[in-house]
Nanobody, 117 residues
Framework: QVQLVESGGGLVQPGGSLRLSCAASGSSFSTNALGWGRQAPGKQRELVAT???????DYADAVKGRFTISRDNNKNTVYLQMNNLKPEDTAVYYCNAGGRIGVPWFWGQGTQVTVSS
């Protein structure tokens, strides 16, 4: 049983930055991996970045070098720092949690990120 609450979405110009936050509650086992996925209009949901409790990370090729995922285990919160945003980053971003990277078990409600001039 996991609850995930995202925040920090909004409208930014190309080249701008945004930081997303997700407060997680649930068992330590179910929140070993915390991450972010996104879904653009008319497209399938894709994984963006994931981090485990011990600090292992995984990023989608499209965001490597621009996005940084981190977590505060004491606050049980995961963050996604998004820099040099591009129009193609526009999507609803969903927080997720699971036992391991690559296989999310739970998803949040999402927060809209729009990159446009």
């Amino acid at each position: 049983q996991v609850q995930l609450v995202e925040s920090g979405g909004g409208l930014v110009q190309p080249g701008g930055s945004l930081r997303l936050s997700c407060a997680a509650s649930g068992s330590s086992f179910s929140t070993n991996a915390l991450g972010w996925g996104r879904q653009a209009p008319g497209k399938q949901r894709e994984l963006v970045a994931t981090i485990t409790r011990n600090g292992s990370t995984d990023y989608a090729d499209a965001v490597k070098g621009r996005f940084t995922i981190s977590r505060d285990n004491n606050k049980n919160t995961v963050y996604l720092q998004m820099n040099n945003l591009k129009p193609e980053d526009t999507a609803v971003y969903y927080c997720n949690a699971g036992g391991r990277i690559g296989v999310p078990w739970f998803w949040g409600q999402g927060t809209q990120v729009t990159v446009s001039s």
